[in-house]
């Protein structure tokens, strides 16, 4: 390593060691029931005792009675990774925010890509997501980015501008202050193609600047904004020191437990 490259490295230590971080796991429609329960166990051997960042599982659904069964008396969260917006009712295939406190989730994920591009949720449902999410006290994900097409015609601020204004559209959180974002530009989803440190960086003083908008700076800033799309162990270190960056929302490296706590190594 030459010295430039060392001091670099110091550096950046030290700024990871000063922040905070919220590492989330989103396995999306993975995992069998014994994988749950072995990935749960040995990430409880691992990770022990009160820590400065924060770690939150999302299962699939069928998993989250496990994972709260294991989770008990850990200083690990888990919420679910989308809800629907009504208590109960006639609603084939949905679960409430009231079932998902019931299972004792702090989160849910709400308006991922996925769900937007695969399932048509639009923004108008995602708003009533998030209302509904926040009237049980269940921290919402909101999840924003543009796609490939949208980032190419230079509309990727205007799109997420719309997603958060209207996802977001009369929820209150002044009183709360209990909200998450995610930004994830699609095209980095599942790709291996992470956002570049400027562009991560842009984005999300962007999405700083929107919350300041909509909530005043006292309140914005305790918003985290966690980053999601080809997040690994080998590129965490330098997504960690990109400005504005609470946390990162990571799907395929979170499957295997090994990159996962390898990640959560390398943020302590
Ligand atoms: P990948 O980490 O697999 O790119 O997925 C990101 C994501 O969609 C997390 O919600």
Redesign the pocket.
């Known amino acids: 390593m030459d010295i430039k490259e060392l001091v670099r490295s110091t550096v950046n230590a030290e700024i990871v060691k000063s922040r905070q971080f919220i590492i ?1 796991a ?1 396995w ?1 429609m993975n995992k069998n029931m014994k994988e749950v329960f072995l990935f749960i166990d040995e990430l409880k051997k691992r990770y022990t005792g009160k820590k400065r960042n924060s770690v939150i599982l999302f299962p699939p659904y069928p998993y989250v009675m496990l994972a709260q069964e294991l989770l008990k008396n850990t200083d690990i969260s888990y919420g679910l990774q989308n809800i629907h917006w009504e208590s109960s009712g006639a609603f084939t295939g949905e679960v409430s925010p009231l079932m998902a406190r019931d299972l004792g989730c702090q989160y849910a ?1 709400i308006g ?3 769900r937007r591009n695969i399932f048509f949720e639009n923004d108008e449902m995602i708003n009533k997501k998030i209302k509904a999410a926040l009237a049980e006290g269940i921290i919402p994900v909101l ?1 924003l980015g543009e796609d490939m097409e949208a980032r190419r015609e230079n509309r990727h601020r205007d799109i997420i501008r719309k997603q958060l204004y209207e996802g977001m559209a009369d929820a209150d959180i002044s009183l709360q202050n209990r909200i998450i974002i ?1 930004y ?1 530009p699609v095209w ?4 291996g193609a992470t956002a570049a440190s400027n562009q991560i960086e842009e984005m999300h003083g962007y999405i700083n600047s929107l919350l300041c908008e909509l909530y005043g700076s006292d309140i914005a800033s305790g918003i985290p904004v966690l980053y ?5 162990p080998g590129n965490i270190q330098d997504l960690a020191v990109v400005k504005n960056v609470s946390g990162f ?6 499957l295997k437990v090994k990159d996962f706590l390898k990640i959560i190594e390398l943020l302590e």
């Open positions: 989330a989103n999306k994920i991922h890509s996925e999840c995610a994830e980095a989803i599942g790709s999601g799309g080809s997040v690994n929302l990571i799907g395929g490296a979170s």
